[in-house]
């Protein structure tokens, strides 16, 4: 004798709702955009404490005078790489490395943009330092900077060290799903603590990067 049974279709994204509700799943998107904050000085220098700087065609300006542009970019004693656009028409600007623990802050001095032909210009900000301040130290200086990006590094590669307790489970550039794997777009990398990103290709600054991640 044969009998027939018959089922309800499976609805897969309720059950998957469904099992991971019950395994407490979690599902959480995190952003890893460079660590300053209108570094491409769109419409003004919002984010930035200045002296003598002024937002001129979508660039800082700073012309015939003493003055800073400053901005802390993330917390000490992480290895930091950044870049900067800048053109020169007189003058120096020098950048500076700055430990803002009140009375007891140091400069680190960084390159001296005015002994740079090149641009855009690369730079490592050393460990122990959390500010960043581009500072004119004549009165002839007449300068525009623009596309200022600082990302954490390992000390050698631009690096997304995702939250502790957190895995990553996809990774987008700009809207883009990336591959994983060495040869490809992106590495993960744990180290015993957390979980690391290594895109193959460095972020720029206007690079959006956003990593889907799960519980670890």
């Not at 656009?85 to 400069?107: C, E, P």
């Not at 990006?149 to 883009?176: A, C, R, S, Y």
């Amino acid at each position: 004798m044969t009998v027939y049974t018959e089922k309800p279709a499976v609805n897969l994204r309720e059950e998957l709702a469904s099992l991971r509700n019950q395994g407490g799943y979690q599902e959480q998107q995190f952003y890893f955009d460079g660590l300053v904050t209108n570094g491409t000085f769109d419409t003004d220098l919002s984010g930035w404490t200045n002296s003598s700087w002024t937002w001129s065609s979508g660039s800082a300006a700073t012309t015939g005078s003493f003055g800073t542009l400053t901005q802390l970019v993330g917390a000490r004693d992480s290895l930091k790489k950044g870049q900067v656009s800048y053109v020169k028409t007189s003058g120096r600007v020098q950048i500076q490395f700055i430990d803002s623990l009140g009375a007891n802050s140091t400069t680190g001095l960084g390159p001296d943009l005015s002994t740079f032909g090149a641009s855009p210009l690369s730079f490592d900000m050393p460990a122990g330092y959390d500010t960043i301040r581009f500072t004119t130290t004549d009165t002839s200086a007449s300068w525009t900077i623009d596309n200022v990006f600082v990302f954490e590094t390992d000390g050698t590669d631009v690096i997304h060290t995702m939250p502790k307790g957190w895995k990553p489970k996809d990774v987008f550039e700009d809207g883009l799903l990336q591959r994983e794997g060495a040869a490809n777009d992106y590495e993960v990398v744990y180290d015993g603590f957390d979980y690391i990103i290594k895109p193959t290709v460095a972020p720029s600054a206007t690079t959006q990067t956003c990593v889907i991640g799960v519980k670890a």
